[in-house]
């Protein structure tokens, strides 16, 4: 096996592991509740309706055509009526017996605990309100003593991940089963947020440049794209260069050069940039000058120099660019990586 494929798998699957670790399961800071400042809705129910109904009724998916994700959401969704359990369908389907075709979450997924079903009716016993603070509600002792043992974690901080405003629409259902058909990966990137992320990994190989136009009609979505190790080349640069939100893109090992940075130096949100082991040189570095938010770059394994590296720099302050340089000694060749 080449020396590059043992450095960089070990590389990519760290860098994987960065990148969910800052963004997507930030560490949550749990604190105790307070009855006289957090929110029934808020603070109690949208945690467990997060965690537990949202993967498959939330901005990105609508299974049984409702969303909970919201209130707005969730009175459209007409399965909470407030003041009355026995009319909730909501109430209705997570009593059910574990084993009932009907029950919610659905069988296989995580069953609602007894306190989470509890808080559920208690609140839609008491108006199903969603600015109600919990001491402006009757709270009966067994939901008190519930609350008590509460712990609340602040929701995640996915904006962090990237500086873009929500859209408005969640991607084209149609345009994201295409992708889906073609092999490509297309995930919601985290849970509250209509952003996609999609990688090739499963199919590298055959991965051409006529597929990458298939991205193209989630281009307000897509913010995270892995096509390295993929066939793509040039002949892809002009469809990759629409693809306007994205923030960070890996096109390692993969044969493009300088042309395609002429259309990446588009792609004005993008933060990381990877190009590892592809033809670009110094000429197509120049393209990326305009690219204010560039954060990382790497360029081991290129045409690149260190001049063209302190010129890049030298347009975007704060610029680091892994050269990678110092890296391959061969005495200090990483393990093979264990399966
Ligand atoms: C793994 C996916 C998944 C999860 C998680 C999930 N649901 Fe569902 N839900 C479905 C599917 C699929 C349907 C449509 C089929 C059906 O009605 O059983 C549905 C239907 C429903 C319906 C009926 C909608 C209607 O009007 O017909 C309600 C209410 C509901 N879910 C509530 C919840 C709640 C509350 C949670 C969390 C506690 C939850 N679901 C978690 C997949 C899921």
């Not at 040039?234 to 044969?255: F, I, M, P, R, Y």
């Not at 197509?284 to 063209?308: C, D, I, R």
Request: aromatic share 4%; glycine share 6%.
């Amino acid at each position: 096996m080449p020396l590059q494929n043992l450095i960089l798998r070990p590389l990519a699957c760290s860098m994987l592991l960065l990148i969910f670790s800052t963004s997507v399961t930030l560490a949550e800071e749990k604190r105790k509740l307070d009855p006289e400042k957090d929110k029934i809705y808020e603070h109690v129910i949208k945690p467990i309706l997060s965690s537990n109904c949202t993967t498959c009724h939330g901005s990105s998916k609508a299974k049984g055509k409702i969303r909970l994700h919201n209130p707005e959401e969730i009175k459209k969704s007409e399965s909470v009526v407030a003041g009355d359990i026995d009319e909730s369908v909501m109430i209705e389907r997570i009593m059910l017996p574990e084993d009932d075709e009907e029950v919610m979450p659905p069988e296989g997924k995580k069953r609602l605990s007894e306190e989470q079903k509890k808080m559920l009716s208690w609140w839609i016993a008491e108006g199903a309100n969603f600015d109600k603070k919990i001491s402006e509600a009757n709270v009966p002792d067994d939901i008190g003593a519930i609350i008590a043992a509460m712990d609340y974690a602040p929701p995640r901080e996915i904006k962090k991940a990237f500086n873009l405003p929500e859209p408005p629409q969640p991607a084209n259902d149609a345009a994201v089963t295409a992708i889906g058909k073609a092999g490509i990966l297309v995930m919601q990137l985290a849970q509250d947020t209509k952003y996609l992320s999609a990688n090739v990994i499963n199919v590298a190989k055959s991965f051409n440049d006529a597929q990458v136009k298939l991205l193209v009609p989630v281009k307000d979505h897509l913010t995270w794209l892995d096509l390295s190790r993929s066939g793509i080349s040039d002949q892809a640069a002009a469809d990759l260069g629409q693809l306007s939100k994205l923030t960070k893109l890996h096109l390692e090992n993969t044969v493009i050069s300088d042309k395609t940075l002429q259309e990446i130096g588009k792609l004005e949100n993008l933060e990381y940039l990877n190009l590892y082991a592809t033809k670009v040189t110094d000429v197509g570095l120049e393209n990326l000058k305009n690219l204010k938010k560039l954060k990382k770059l790497y360029v081991w394994q290129t045409g690149v120099t260190q001049a063209g590296v302190d010129k890049l720099k030298g347009a975007i302050p704060g610029l680091y660019v892994n050269t990678g340089w110092q890296v391959p000694k061969k005495e200090d060749k990483p393990e093979e990586p264990k399966n």
